[in-house]
């Protein structure tokens, strides 16, 4: 004996099958989209004469590297004197001591902090173009 399945009948089976195909497609693409994150922390500071790539790696409490890659507001690689970076907890208002970054590259630089916890922080740069020239930009990051 054959089954006739009414109009209602056969709604119900497509949607069916469409939200049992759509969420295969979400569990498939779960463990591709976390792989790809490496956590880290980016952001572009940008002030009236100069800009900054910064990236906080990993973004996440603990030791982090932060590198800087320094732009003209034209947007070619601006040579400084010297970076230095400050930290502040934007919740408990507590402040890092002020470090010297070391030059990588022309354009480069890199500083280590030994222990950030996790939440906001306001990241300052302090850019030294020449002896005269001085550029100072903050930005909060977020540290999970």
Known sequence: MKSIRT???LRRTIRAL???????????AAPLAAATDDDSFF???HAET?????????GRAGPVEITIQL???DETPLTAKAVSVALVDMQTGRK???????RDGDAGWRVKVAQLTRGRWMLGLGISISEADHV???SPILIK
Request: net charge negative; proline share 8%.
């Open 18 to 28: 469409a939200l049992g195909a759509g969420a295969l497609l979400v569990v498939a």
């Open 7 to 9: 109009p209602m009948t």
């Open 136 to 138: 100072s930009v903050e």
């Open 43 to 45: 952001t572009h500071l």
């Open 50 to 58: 100069a800009m900054a790539n910064v990236t906080v790696s990993p």
């Open 96 to 102: 890092l001591a002020p470090v010297e970054a070391s």
């Open 71 to 73: 732009e003209t507001t």
